[in-house]
């Protein structure tokens, strides 16, 4: 087998490091949680021979999480890949919302274990449905880590300035993200979507209230990449009493 076709999955020292570096190749890629970043992470291992699978062990959606860990945004720690080719990947701010209901809630019952939730600290259901779920986001927010790190705003992981990044991909360009990984590496590269939703939801099977909660949640996501992405509620019509939302941290 040549080098080219050759499996390069070493074992791998796992740190803490914000970003995910590819020290072969002098690739950056900042992950932002439901944007494809299970399969960029797939991706990124095939090309990067300081990346393994331990011996014996089947890959999955969380082999490459522990691979890769996702990290927030850090100014100081990107700027030491200044002269590397750096990307990420966006997705549509209301589908990646509604995903997080579909993955997380519904398809791996993230809230089920909810140590509030299964401890009487808060009174909510396990299963939502999804109009539940999305009017009360700020409750499960607080309330259950996992839905808070893949519910925040992108800004949050990605960093305040898009124009930091060499390549931004859609997630619907992850086709050619493989290719040009490819091109760049000259490594062998197959794109296979891991961690694909089986539950299939969208706006039109939300009650008017839930878009609205929506619309006001996400304005200032859409705002962030509105180079990529139209809003689909259009702009709010009545903003007098309205303030800047506040970051998260």
């Known amino acids: ?41 797939a991706a990124l291992a095939q090309v990067d021979p300081d990346t393994a699978v331990p011996e014996g062990e089947a890959a999955d959606v969380m082999t490459w999480h522990r691979l890769y860990p996702t990290m927030r945004f850090r100014p100081h720690r990107w700027k030491a890949y200044d002269d590397w080719w750096r990307f990420c990947v966006v997705r549509d701010p209301l589908k990646r919302l509604l995903s997080v209901y579909t993955n997380r809630v519904v398809g791996m019952r993230e809230l089920h274990n909810c140590r509030k939730i ?6 909510l259901p396990m299963d939502p449905d999804p109009d539940f779920f999305f009017q009360n986001l700020r409750a499960y927010v607080e309330a259950a880590s996992v839905i808070k790190h893949h519910a925040l705003p992108a800004w949050l992981f990605l960093g305040p300035d898009l124009g930091r990044y060499d390549r931004i991909y859609r997630t619907s360009e992850l086709a050619l993200f493989g290719e040009e990984l490819a091109e760049r590496t000259g490594c062998r590269v197959t794109i296979a979507r891991e961690n694909r939703s089986e539950t299939r939801l969208g706006p039109d099977d939300l009650a008017p209230e839930t878009r609205s909660v929506l619309r006001d949640h996400l304005e200032e ?29």
Do not use: Q, W
Request: with cysteine.
């Open 1 to 41: 087998m040549s080098a080219r076709g050759r499996s390069c999955l070493r074992l791998r020292r796992v740190g803490k490091a914000m970003v995910i570096a590819v020290k072969a190749h002098r690739i950056a890629y900042m992950a932002l949680p439901k944007a494809g970043c299970s399969t960029v992470k």
């Open 118 to 123: 299964l401890r009487g600290r808060v009174d």
């Open 221 to 249: 996501e859409y705002g962030y990449l509105a180079e990529f992405y139209e809003n689909p509620f259009g702009p709010r019509l009545h903003r007098a009493c309205t303030g800047t939302a506040r970051r998260v941290s």
